[in-house]
T-cell receptor
Framework: KAGVTQTPRYLIKTRGQQVTLSCSPI?????VSWYQQTPGQGLQFLFE???????NKGNFPGRFSGRQFSNSRSEMNVSTLELGDSALYLC?????????????FGEGSRLTVL | QKEVEQNSGPLSVPEGAIASLNCTYS??????FFWYRQYSGKSPELIMS????GDKEDGRFTAQLNKASQYVSLLIRDSQPSDSATYLC?????????FGQGTELSVKP
């Protein structure tokens, strides 16, 4: 069974640009959650999508957005990049809601903003 | 106050000792609690879940929950160098899975 796949794995952008990250969940999983991981703040919840609907959102500015497609694949977008957006972005899938706790994480997309 | 708090460590224990990792949470109505392990350069993986007050054992791992004190802990018995990792506490709060910053554990041979 294939795991959670995130693309791209690494990317470098400059301030003001935008970026789109992709996540393909485990087959059959309907929930996709996104987290930002930094050394200073740890794992911070961005949002969760379930059956194409945003179910929950964390405390991030509106520059962070996401969506989920009918095949459960998800994308997140960050517009007007800032230096502080440099982080590892982790996607996690689960069979049911993420609050069930059984999340399967992808390897992450490491974003560097210059 | 952070929603889920952990000592960042590093916590260093000798091989064979008991490692004790602690976590406190702010939302009194939280009902489900989880421990994830994250090796350096890897993604987190679920190792334990606990829902009721008391202890839950799984091999060398024991999770402990005290809802009155809003406290969760993870004990690792007979610690091995392969247990060296960052341990993340996660709490279901308001339908979201909120993670602590993690405690880095180092097991010295």
């Amino acid at each position: 069974k294939a795991g959670v796949t995130q693309t791209p794995r690494y990317l470098i952008k400059t301030r003001g640009q935008q970026v789109t990250l992709s996540c393909s969940p485990i087959s059959g999983h309907r929930s996709v959650s996104w987290y930002q991981q930094t050394p200073g703040q740890g794992l911070q919840f961005l949002f969760e999508y379930f059956s194409e609907t945003q179910r929950n959102k964390g405390n991030f500015p509106g520059r962070f957005s996401g969506r989920q497609f009918s095949n459960s694949r998800s994308e997140m977008n960050v517009s007007t990049l800032e230096l502080g957006d440099s982080a590892l972005y982790l996607c996690a899938s689960s069979l049911g809601y993420s609050s069930s706790g059984e999340l399967f994480f992808g390897e992450g997309s490491r974003l560097t903003v210059l | 106050q952070k929603e889920v708090e952990q000592n960042s460590g590093p916590l260093s224990v000798p091989e064979g000792a008991i490692a004790s990792l602690n976590c406190t949470y702010s939302d009194r109505v939280s009902q489900s609690f989880f421990w994830y392990r994250q090796y350096s350069g890897k993604s987190p993986e679920l190792i334990m879940s606990i829902y009721s007050n008391g202890d839950k054992e799984d091999g060398r791992f024991t999770a402990q929950l005290n809802k009155a004190s809003q406290y969760v802990s993870l004990l690792i018995r007979d610690s091995q160098p392969s247990d060296s990792a960052t341990y993340l506490c996660a709490v279901n709060q308001g339908g979201k899975l909120i993670f602590g910053q993690g405690t880095e554990l180092s097991v010295k041979p």
